[in-house]
């Protein structure tokens, strides 16, 4: 059964950093283009950052370009993001996901199959 569980989400102050991590299951994580997507209150999905599935290849939204940074970890089935210089404007749920085979990397959120429960960001002081 596939699995996507996010981790190290929280509260920051604007200026810190998290760096969130997801678990992968129930599939061969190596096959797969992954990324990352975050709703906020009110607002539509965005899709913040994906990576191909053998690297190193990668896009970010212009919202996050310069501050975050996507990895992977094919042999421990992991999927990392790296948030740097944290802003307000970055609070929300943060969801780690799969993307359809044959999507290719535009990070649309419309491309992605499955995805975790998500985890809270809240950048606040």
């Known amino acids: 059964q596939l699995q996507l569980v996010e981790s190290g989400g929280g509260l920051v102050q604007p200026g810190g950093s998290l760096r969130l991590s997801c678990a992968a299951s129930g599939f061969t994580l190596a096959f797969y283009n992954m990324g990352w997507f975050r709703q906020a209150p009110g607002k539509e999905r965005e899709g913040v950052s994906c990576?191909?599935?053998?690297?190193?290849?990668?896009y970010y939204a212009d919202s996050v370009r310069g501050r975050f940074t996507i990895s992977r970890d094919n042999a421990k089935n992991q999927v990392y993001l790296q948030m740097n210089s944290l802003k307000p404007e970055d609070t929300a749920v943060y969801y780690c996901a799969r993307i359809e085979s044959g999507r290719g990397l535009r990070c649309a959120t419309t491309d992605f199959d499955s995805w975790g429960q998500g985890i809270q960001v809240t950048v606040s002081s």
């Open positions: 990576i191909a599935s053998g690297g190193p290849y990668t």
